[in-house]
């Protein structure tokens, strides 16, 4: 079993930046694949990000990819989503994901362990 509890959330202005954090109980092939979903109200939970161990290969979803990057420290087991830029349409609660493999997926069914998430709201 993998535990992730993400963190960093808040309430903040448009333009504003902040960075979220997801510590990982393990490192082990079920943390190879590490991603970023967010849920807004009303909508379904979406892809933000992915990351592979080693982090030469990540990708974010078109709506973010200028604004936001996804990292990891292996040492620490920590996985980072650093977000710049806010608009109030990223307001939504984040979730950190984990699952095994080294291909990249969008899709949720790819990441069998998953976080309670941190929520993140941005006023305009």
């Known amino acids: 079993q993998v535990q992730l509890v993400e963190s960093g959330g808040g309430v903040v202005q448009a333009g504003d930046s902040l960075r979220l954090s997801c510590a990982a109980s393990?490192?082990?092939?079920?943390?190879?694949?590490m991603g970023w979903f967010r849920q807004a109200p009303g909508k379904e939970r979406e892809f933000v990000a992915t990351?592979?161990?080693?982090?030469?290969?990540?990708y974010a979803t078109r709506s973010v990819k200028d604004r936001f990057t996804i990292s990891r420290d292996n040492a620490k087991n920590v996985v980072y989503l650093q977000m710049d830029s806010l608009k109030p349409e990223d307001t939504a609660v984040y979730y950190c994901?984990?699952?095994?493999?080294?291909?990249?997926?969008?899709?949720?069914?790819?990441?069998?362990?998953w976080g309670q998430g941190t929520q993140v709201t941005v006023s305009s």
């Open positions: 994901a984990a699952g095994s493999g080294t291909l990249l997926y969008e899709i949720r069914a790819a990441y069998p362990y």
């Open positions: 990351i592979n161990r080693n982090g030469d290969n990540k």
């Open positions: 393990t490192d082990t092939f079920r943390t190879d694949r």
